[in-house]
């Protein structure tokens, strides 16, 4: 029987906060420091662009970070431990959820996360995350999906390199083709 219940019940979230901008850097000093969706990855984090030696608010490894300012919803990973500024939110699982579970809930309900429209951002706030509903089937069932939706992704992945290699291939032809008829015009 799979039960539905909110974010706020099956795990912690941290709203980030930024700390001043005198201790950022580019330097690798401190922590990796992440302000919003810029560096998020397919997945995972991308390498950080920011350092921190002031520390705010933290995500680790393993948190799902959502974006919480425009654009609301976006999901990543957490590879590290992080310092989050105020565009993203953490969500630590418990144990009765898979991180990657809720990765992938989040990923599949983004368009409905729509949070508040501001003057100036589309937001949401730590509240209205945690009152996200959720379904929560067992862990052995939440594996099988996950494990089901990675091969589904693994098979994605295939046909987007395939239809990339089949469009260079035909921009060459075209290349060809046009560099043919110059030069038989031209002749």
């Known amino acids: 029987i799979e039960s539905k219940k909110t974010v706020g019940e099956i795990a912690t979230v941290i709203a980030g906060q930024s700390p001043e901008s005198k201790y950022y850097n580019k330097d690798a000093k401190g922590i990796p420091f992440y302000q919003g969706k810029k560096e998020f ?3 995972e984090l991308k390498k950080p662009i920011f350092w921190t030696t002031r520390t705010t608010k933290e995500a680790l490894k393993g948190d799902v970070l959502l974006s919480v300012r425009a654009p609301v919803g976006e999901t990543n990973i957490c590879n590290d431990k992080i310092c989050i500024g105020r565009g993203l939110a953490a969500i630590r699982a418990n144990n009765d959820i898979s991180s990657e579970f809720v990765f992938y809930f989040l990923n599949s309900i983004k368009n409905q996360i729509v949070g508040n429209i501001g003057a100036v951002f589309n937001s949401i706030n730590k509240k209205q995350i945690e009152d996200i509903i959720i379904p929560v089937p067992s862990i052995n069932k939440q594996n099988e999906i996950i ?5 589904l ?5 295939e046909i987007n ?9 035909l921009s060459a032809l075209k290349s060809s083709i046009l560099k043919q008829e110059i030069e038989n015009k031209a002749v």
Do not use: E, P
Not at 147 to 151: A, D, P, R
Not at 153 to 157: D, N
Not at 161 to 169: A, H, P, R, S, V
């Open 41 to 43: 990855g397919d997945y």
């Open 147 to 151: 494990s089901k939706i990675n091969i």
């Open 153 to 157: 992704l693994s098979h994605i992945k």
């Open 161 to 169: 390199l395939y239809t990339k290699q089949k469009l260079d291939y």
